[in-house]
Nanobody
Framework: VQLQASGGGLVQAGGSLSLSCTASGRAGIRNVRGWFRQAPGKEREFVASIDSFDNMAAYADSVKGRFTISGDSAKVTVYLHLNSLKPEDTAVYYC???????????????WGQGTQVTVSS
């Protein structure tokens, strides 16, 4: 399976964006898909994840209440809706497929190419 992320862009603080992560190749699609982000000079960090089996979602404290993760019933596309954006949300956002339960980058083994989100103040 391959993951393709899209939807990034430039937005003013307080604005919104929606990201998409589409899986190609039905073989190997797993239930849990997550979003991570990496700002310049910083480590890649967990943002949100969703389990398509029961739609259970998890969020990093820094985005809780502002970002929403969702997925389609076919488990092909996962979305991340970013609201009330702040300059500190600026980063490259990656989607990934979970291999082992957890929020660490090492728990995910299939990664999309990343999409840039830039929030201006």
């Amino acid at each position: 399976v391959q993951l393709q992320a899209s939807g990034g862009g430039l937005v003013q603080a307080g604005g919104s964006l929606s990201l998409s992560c589409t899986a190609s190749g039905r073989a190997g699609i797993r239930n849990v898909r997550g979003w991570f982000r990496q700002a310049p000079g910083k480590e890649r960090e967990f943002v949100a994840s969703i389990d398509s089996f029961d739609n259970m979602a998890a969020y990093a404290d820094s985005v809780k209440g502002r970002f929403t993760i969702s997925g389609d019933s076919a488990k092909v596309t996962v979305y991340l809706h970013l609201n009330s954006l702040k300059p500190e949300d600026t980063a490259v956002y990656y989607c990934a497929s979970e291999r082992y339960p957890g929020t660490h980058v090492n728990n995910y083994d299939v990664w999309g190419q990343g999409t840039q989100v830039t929030v201006s103040s």
